[in-house]
């Protein structure tokens, strides 16, 4: 029953190193998004995808990118992972139109970079 | 002043009492607002959607707006230790489609 699927539970990466996350939904979904989850900050969108090939900066998109080539596939990058972006990543997915805030997530990926 | 605020707890209340989460925003013209609870170590998952003033129920769980105080609370009535989680309010401010989430209230529900 599992519809929004991320690639890696736990990831420990070295400062420097280029970081992918997946995540997969199955529910046919427009919209994706990709969040980080931090202690005290909450939930803050880093990009987000309301098509393929699509893409748009959130809140916090530096030291990020993403790549969306397949409707169902939405893929976050660290381009050179640095310490201060050891968090808790959420991937997401939602409807267009009324169901757009109806955020599925997935499990989450904990990164942690040394 | 952030977007979207929430005191953090915990709230601790017992079973079988009423919970009352609260959230206040900064964006007068907000249209749409949502509770989403989070059990510690799962992702998060939507619980409530509320639009217009006034009271909202679904189950054990009512949600009420108040645009002139840019206040939405979430009230959990016969408390469950089932119920122990952080909430989080999300606001859609109105020159944007994108979630604001607030930072969350952990509720502590002991038997």
């Known amino acids: 029953d599992v519809k929004v699927t991320q690639s890696s539970r736990y990831l420990v990466k070295r400062t420097g190193e280029k970081v992918f996350l997946e995540c997969v939904q199955d529910?046919?979904?427009?919209?994706m998004f990709w969040y980080r989850q931090d202690p005290g900050l909450g939930l803050r969108l880093i990009y987000f995808?309301?098509?393929?090939?699509?893409?748009e900066k959130g809140d916090i998109p530096e030291g990020y990118s993403v790549s969306r080539e397949k409707k169902e596939r939405f893929s976050l990058i660290l381009e050179s992972a640095s310490t201060n972006q050891t968090s808790m990543y959420l991937c997401a997915s939602s409807q267009q139109g009324t169901g757009a805030n109806v955020l599925t997530f997935g499990a989450g990926s904990r990164l942690t970079v040394l | 002043q952030k977007e979207v605020e929430q005191n953090s707890g915990p709230l601790s209340v017992p079973e079988g009492a009423i919970a009352s989460l609260n959230c206040t925003y900064s964006d007068r013209v907000s249209q749409s607002f949502f509770w989403y609870r989070q059990y510690s170590g799962k992702s998060p998952e939507l619980i409530m959607s509320?639009?217009?003033?006034g009271d909202k129920e679904d189950g054990r769980f009512t949600a009420q707006l108040n645009k002139a105080s840019q206040y939405v609370s979430l009230l959990i009535r016969d408390s469950q230790p089932s119920d122990s989680a952080t909430y989080l309010c999300a606001v859609v401010p109105y020159n944007t489609d994108k979630l604001i989430f607030g930072t969350g209230t952990r509720l502590q529900v002991f038997p």
């Open positions: 995808s309301y098509d393929v090939k699509m893409k």
């Open positions: 509320i639009y217009s003033n």
């Open positions: 529910m046919d979904h427009e919209n």
